[in-house]
């Protein structure tokens, strides 16, 4: 719940972009039901306006979302057990806050724990908060002025929820390393800065987690 201030500061921001990209409410507001990925539909948003081919809006939504698939791979071992149509379900409402709270909660797998309801809880609050907070920057659209600084308060506060994440000095590292990475493939299309950023974190994390064994045994 505490969150909920942050996730409807974006939710009003993507839907003002929306509401003034000249698309229908109608359409709006079932884009917005089911894509269900603010940066996502911003992202495919002036594609869309400026007529550009199917794939393009296809491949630019594609590579912003490629975070999911990390997302997914962590999340495996806490629902690998739950039948096909149920984790296709939950995957629906995967997102950077969820998991953030999610991977807060349970750092190591919980033998015998429902962890879907935990994730599912979360879910649901953060999936409501954005639908209500979206639909209203749709249908407001052009009331909402910019000089609010809705953007600016989503980014902060999605900012102050990464800081709680790190936790040592490696995660620390890890997080300066994807956002120097993030600076420096700025000029990449489609947003491919973001994907660059996540690969240097993780490989980063990867190197961290080989390193300890080996500091394990020296000291032994």
Known sequence: MPMAIGIAAWG????????????????AIFMSVLVYAGSAQIAA???????????????????????????????????????????IALSFLMGDTNFALFIRRFPQLVPGYRH???????????FGV?????????VAGHGIPASWG??????????????????????????????????????????????????AAVAFGVLADHARPDRAKAKQ
């Open 150 to 199: 809705l953007g600016f308060a989503g980014t902060m506060a999605l900012l102050a929820l990464t800081c709680t994440q790190l936790r040592s000095p490696s995660t620390w590292v890890a997080a300066v390393v994807a956002a120097c990475a993030a600076v420096a493939a700025y000029a990449l299309p489609m947003k491919l800065n973001i994907v660059v950023a996540i690969a």
């Open 130 to 138: 954005w639908q209500l907070a979206i639909i209203t920057g749709i």
């Open 45 to 87: 948003l002036p594609l869309i306006a400026a007529g550009a081919p199917m794939w393009v809006v296809w491949a630019t939504t594609l590579c912003v979302s490629l975070r999911f698939m990390a997302f997914s791979f962590h999340y495996r071992p806490y629902f690998a057990h739950l039948p096909r149509g149920q984790r």
């Open 116 to 126: 879907e309801d935990y994730f599912l809880g979360c879910a649901v609050v953060t």
């Open 12 to 27: 009003l921001v993507a839907g003002v972009a929306m509401a003034k990209s000249g698309m229908g409410v109608a359409l």
